[in-house]
């Protein structure tokens, strides 16, 4: 932005703004919009240089906004990926640890005896039904009854929608 009243007076085409006095052409002395004396002229609040430099750091910033936020989702789902190497080292330690209990002959024979009821020829072995010491006795004896399964709960409740009344 070029100073306006200077091209105008190296025009000639304007009055001066004091009125009668015809314009002097730049750089003749005594010009109160010189450098050299008088007062200073007014500088404009945007200039060109600092609407281009403004305009500059925004397209930085609007170009470097993108790359930033990929940069911080990849770092989060790095600590993601890494928190599951984790789990899944623990896990594989796990199943090594079960891997070699399975291998030992001892700890199959347990589980062998413990689940499935397992003996060896020659012994004896005895299965407890009722586990819960006489609590099944106290029950019939009381005149309590005892609740049946669920399956017979479902059809007894089945023949009786069945029945009409």
């Avoid at 002097?24 to 450098?35: L, N």
């Avoid at 199959?108 to 060896?120: N, T």
Wanted: hydrophobic share 30%; with cysteine.
């Amino acid at each position: 932005m070029a100073n306006d009243d200077d091209r105008k007076a190296s025009r000639g085409t304007s009055a001066s703004p004091e009125g009668g006095r015809p314009p002097t052409p730049p750089g003749a002395g005594g010009s109160d919009d010189s450098p050299g004396g008088g007062a200073p002229r007014k500088n404009p609040a945007l200039t060109s240089r600092a609407a281009i430099l403004a305009i500059v750091m925004c397209a930085i910033a609007l170009s470097l906004a993108y790359p930033v936020r990929e940069y911080i989702a990849q770092r989060q789902e790095i600590a993601e990926l890494q928190h599951k190497e984790q789990l899944a080292q623990k896990q594989v330690e796990e199943l090594s640890q079960r891997k070699q209990q399975l291998g030992d002959k001892s700890y199959i024979e347990r589980e062998a005896k413990r689940r499935l009821h397992y003996c060896y020829p020659g012994e004896k072995c005895f299965i407890v039904l009722d586990s819960g010491g006489g609590a099944g006795q106290q029950a019939q004896k009381g005149g309590r009854p005892t609740r049946p399964p669920w399956y017979e709960t479902l059809w007894r409740s089945v023949e009786a929608a069945d029945d009409p009344r």
